[in-house]
């Protein structure tokens, strides 16, 4: 039997949940995917798929942002990653010789063996 809030929520962008009018980071790397939000008088844990993804001590002053560095420091990398342009593989270049498409279906001589 659990005592407390508990509630299943997709994350947010923000990668924050709320209880009552705090809010607690939650590893960004969840952001979108349903996790399971618990507090009790001491604690709030945030889980995904059973695994610990969040765990801080209740804060009971109104209005508060509760950070943990270490999800802090995940969103900093996901957001450099994010903003970096992507590179393509060499020769990996869509455009095509339409004469190839025509040789293929035999409209013209020398068709592709």
């Not at 590893?27 to 889980?47: H, K, N, Q, S, Y």
């Not at 009971?60 to 802090?72: C, K, L, Q």
């Not at 420091?73 to 869509?94: H, M, S």
């Amino acid at each position: 039997m659990h005592l407390g809030w508990r509630n299943r929520i997709r994350l947010g962008r923000d990668y924050y949940v709320r209880i009552d009018t705090n809010d607690y980071s939650v590893d960004p790397r969840a952001i979108g995917r349903i996790v399971d939000v618990t507090a009790d008088l001491e604690r709030v844990r945030v889980r995904l798929d059973g695994r610990l993804i969040a765990d801080h001590p209740r804060a009971w002053t109104r209005g508060m942002v509760v950070t943990d560095p270490e999800h802090r420091d995940a969103a900093a990398a996901l957001r450099r990653e994010f903003q970096q342009p992507r590179l393509t593989a060499v020769g990996d270049d869509l455009a095509r010789d339409l004469a190839d498409y025509d040789r293929a279906f035999g409209l013209v001589e020398g068709g592709i063996s």
